[in-house]
């Protein structure tokens, strides 16, 4: 008898050594290769406790339904599954509207693989209109920045060095953690192809100073003569902003945002692996990014740096915005930050916490311990409630405040008023224990711009 034939039992697993270093050599039956793999997975966090990820946790059955039923289409063929091309330019057209763009504009944009590849997308688009733009104009044309601000998420600093940009990083202070048009005149100037703000930054969950961007940039080409255009790294934000906030002008309202990016895996509400760019009109993305191809059937246009991709995540997320529509999207994300803000508050009413964010736009709640306590940091209030089960961020700013340590919550719609309380709970206990018996935690090393930063998104 084989040894698969053997493996029939779920206790038979535990006879069988994983190799570390070479294929396997022999199978085994469905059923002991699946105990396998979960029996390794033990360990792994409960992703619903995991309040360090912005990344979506729950979906309903009808959803993980559609999910089993695209798992196998190829997001690029679509020429064999026009029917998803169809919904990805309808939902295009539907965040084109969500975030204002102009009526009489044709909307442009696809769904990517997460966030990361649409700001790679949009970084791509204004580097080559700011090139062709020079090179009409008779000027030099290699040596292109992009300025940004010290909160940027680490996609960005991957783009700029990947495609060759010069970085123009605005540092941050202690107690401003956004970037705002304050030394602007420091950083931008004619070869500066956009200027990315961020709306619903990793470490605090604030904007940047969108509307005073803006405006310096006005006032900056009125001085100069030079248009610099934004782009709004709206990963977190995109899909709060719209339905907590109607009259907030932090998208296309403003003439300069000419593209921005979401991502649909965070409060999109889709599984992981799912990100929007949208610009402001076709024409913004240049022509020559996109390529076409026939080798998959009929001619298509392929403008993503992907090709073969996962179709579940869009099916998805086609089902979420037929769900629920704009009022149960908004009704989820009120709750959702009125969970957060009622878990900030009892953390601050304990005594042992400083709020940093103190706009509460999306629902991230940013804390500092108070200056009063010397025997314990955030990184052992982090490594406490670890033994809950939580997963809770901790972590040194950026410069120049890296002297800030930071403990960051992401209250996603899965967390429910009472759970939200309970961590409230374990977080002000772990603060009570250590306050008795010391920290042992030590923080790492301040903040280096060219390593990836310790906050998850």
């Known amino acids: 008898m084989t040894q698969s ?16 270093d070479h294929f396997p050599e022999d199978g085994m039956s469905a059923r002991a290769a699946y105990a396998l793999v979960v029996s390794d997975e033990w360990i792994d966090t409960n992703p619903m406790l995991n309040m360090s990820s912005f990344v979506t946790t729950f979906a309903e ?9 695209n798992m196998f289409k190829n997001y690029i063929d679509h020429d064999m599954y026009p029917q998803l091309f169809a919904m990805e330019n309808r939902m295009v057209k539907w965040l084109h509207r969500l975030w204002n763009g102009p009526a009489d504009a044709m909307p442009y944009g696809t769904a990517t693989v997460g966030s990361s590849e649409a700001c790679m997308l949009a970084g791509l688009a204004h580097k080559w209109n700011w090139r062709q733009r020079r090179e009409r104009e008779g000027k030099d ?3 292109p920045n992009m300025v940004t601000g010290g909160n940027v998420q680490i996609v960005w600093k991957k783009f700029l060095r990947y495609f060759d940009v010069e970085p ?37 969950g604030e904007d940047d100073d969108i509307q005073g961007i803006h405006d310096w940039l006005d006032d900056y080409e009125k001085r100069t003569g030079v248009s610099v255009p934004m ?45 929007w760019v949208v ?25 993503t740096l992907n090709f073969s991709r996962n179709s579940f995540q869009l099916a998805v997320q086609y089902y979420q915005f037929l769900r629920l529509g704009f009022e149960g999207y908004r009704r989820i994300m009120q709750r959702t930050l009125d969970n957060a803000i009622a878990l900030r508050q009892r953390l601050v009413d304990s005594g042992y ?25 955030e990184f052992d209030v982090s490594n406490k409630v670890r033994e809950r089960g939580w997963v809770i961020s901790a972590y040194s700013m950026p410069p120049d ?24 709970t374990d977080i002000i206990n772990a603060c009570k224990y250590l306050e008795q018996h010391g920290g042992t935690a030590t923080p790492p090393e301040l903040h280096d711009p060219h390593k990836t930063s310790p906050a998850k998104c």
């Open 5 to 20: 034939n053997l493996l029939s039992t779920p206790y038979d697993q535990f006879n069988i050594e994983v190799p570390e």
């Open 61 to 69: 059955p009808e959803a993980v339904r559609l999910a089993e039923r």
């Open 141 to 143: 044309a290699t040596r």
């Open 168 to 204: 123009r990083i605005v540092p941050l202070k202690p107690g401003q953690y956004c970037l705002t048009a304050e030394d602007l005149d420091k950083y931008v100037d004619e070869n500066t192809i956009a200027v990315v703000a961020i709306a619903g930054q990793t470490f605090t």
């Open 231 to 275: 782009h709004i790294d709206g990963a977190s934000g995109g899909f709060v902003n719209p339905f907590l906030y109607p009259d907030y002008k932090w998208d296309f309202r403003l003439p300069r945002v000419l593209s921005i990016n979401a991502s649909g895996h965070k409060y999109g509400l889709t599984p992981p692996g799912l990100g």
């Open 279 to 303: 610009f402001r009109e076709r024409k913004i993305f240049n022509e020559d990014l996109v390529f076409y191809v026939n080798y998959l059937g009929g001619e298509m246009p392929t403008a």
């Open 353 to 377: 916490f400083t709020i940093m964010n103190d706009t509460q736009r999306i629902p991230v709640v940013a804390v500092t311990l108070d200056k009063k306590i010397k025997n314990f940091n």
């Open 401 to 424: 405040a890296e002297s800030v340590r930071s403990l960051r919550v992401v209250v996603r719609p899965h967390i429910n008023h009472n759970v939200a309380m309970t961590l409230a």
